[in-house]
């Protein structure tokens, strides 16, 4: 029986990166959970809780420039590696504290500040690498089974994290979590192929500003990277999920865990159907409507008090989102050349990342200040609007994949 693999699987080096890559990010969803629950059975405080959002937010936009010309002017494998073992020392000494009975709040906000500062180089290496293990043709399919693996690591992380938490408490998750790091220092070691084009940025002021310039010209680009930065700061809910579970839904660590998986899983779906089978050329358009989905779930999320109400609403504002931001991403590459792709990766990560993260902090400041619903409900209709306003731009709505792949490889 012949087995006729995805696009993106027929290259062996794509294969090694992504088998790295699903371990490590399943291992980042232990801690992502666990840091989340840990604060606010700490502090009893969802202002607290979205200060964890603060903190991942801050380094990740100040550093974001310097992030994506690290991405262009190093050897990206060996930056890779090495942001793989400071990984794995932060999660280890949070494994050691937790042990010791030493974490408090700001151990726990230090803690993310740190994983902030390895981010904001390693999310924009990580982005800047996958059209280079791909041919040009299959970069959607890349970039969407990428996000598949990322949104499978999602949906089984927070179960796992939800059981070890209600049976042991945040420190396994932490130990576990250090330990997948060696998974992608693995993965990294045996591909073959270079990680970026011959053409290297020299460090400096301009190749610093360069990646900026260069979306500052793309209106295309620009305006994608607002849509996702403001319907993420409106709409994301993440921060009141451990209120949702303990207080709102009464459902406890192992609801928890269902919750954070629940947006996962609808991305996945949305991820695999842009991965394999569903042609899009409107790009613009399915962008638009992405996100419009993704706000109209969360205010239907906002409004639930059922979890089996809640946890398709959640599933619907992954898949909004995920359509839109494989979309987006794949405009991006398209129209990059690779000589800045990491800068440009590390301007679209101040966005992309920032968006969530301060969103997190927005949604604890409304919620400590009006209640949780209230926040939640707000961020809905904040992003609903902004997908409309965004939709007045006529070169947005038009926007093509066919246009951008006639565009000469650079």
């Not at 990166?17 to 959970?33: C, K, M």
Request: charged share 10%; net charge positive; proline share 4%.
């Amino acid at each position: 029986m012949h087995v006729t693999l995805p696009p993106a699987l027929r290259y062996r080096d794509f294969r090694l990166y992504t088998s790295g890559a699903i371990l490590s990010n399943l291992g980042t969803q232990l801690t992502t959970v666990a840091m989340a629950w840990h604060m606010y059975q700490l502090t009893n405080s969802a202002f607290q809780v979205g200060l964890l959002g603060l903190a991942r937010a801050l380094p990740r936009i100040g550093l974001a420039l310097f992030g994506g010309m690290v991405a262009d002017s190093g050897d990206r494998r060996r930056i890779l590696m090495a942001l793989q073992l400071v990984n794995c020392g932060i999660s280890s000494g949070l494994t050691v504290l937790k042990l010791a009975g030493l974490i408090s709040p700001s151990t726990l906000l230090a803690a993310a500040v740190l994983f902030a500062f390895s981010s904001s180089v390693e999310t924009p290496t990580r982005q800047a690498v996958i059209p280079n293990l791909v041919g040009r043709q299959d970069i959607r399919a890349a970039i969407a089974f990428n996000s598949t693996q990322r949104n499978l690591a999602k949906i089984v992380g927070p179960c796992i994290a939800g059981v070890l938490l209600a049976v042991s408490g945040p420190g396994l998750c932490y130990a576990l979590d250090a330990a997948s790091w060696f998974a992608m220092l693995g993965a990294l070691a045996f591909i073959r192929k270079p990680l970026q084009g011959l053409a290297k940025a020299r460090a400096s002021v301009e190749a610093l500003l360069a990646g900026a310039r260069f979306v500052a010209r793309q209106q295309v680009i620009f305006a994608f990277m607002v849509l996702d930065f403001g319907a993420m700061f409106f709409g994301s809910s993440i921060a009141l999920l451990p209120i949702y579970a303990r207080d709102i839904l009464a459902v406890g660590p192992i609801g928890l865990g269902l919750l954070y998986a629940a947006p996962a899983l609808g991305a996945m779906l949305g991820a695999a159907l842009l991965s394999t089978g569903l042609r899009v050329d409107k790009a613009g358009r399915w962008v638009l409507m992405g996100f419009a989905v993704y706000g109209i779930c969360t205010i239907g999320f906002a409004l639930s008090r059922l979890l089996w109400l809640s946890l398709p609403l959640l599933a619907g504002t992954g898949l909004g989102d995920e359509i839109g931001a494989v979309l987006r991403s794949t405009s991006n590459q398209l129209l990059t050349p690779d000589a800045v792709r990491g800068r440009v990766a590390a301007v679209n990560g101040a966005f992309v990342n920032g968006g969530p993260h301060l969103g997190e902090f927005e949604s604890g400041v409304v919620a400590a200040l009006g209640g949780v619903q209230l926040s939640a409900l707000t961020g809905g209709i904040g992003a609903v609007l902004l997908v409309a306003a965004v939709a007045m731009l006529p070169k947005v709505r038009r926007f093509t994949l066919s246009g951008a792949l006639q565009l000469p490889a650079r």
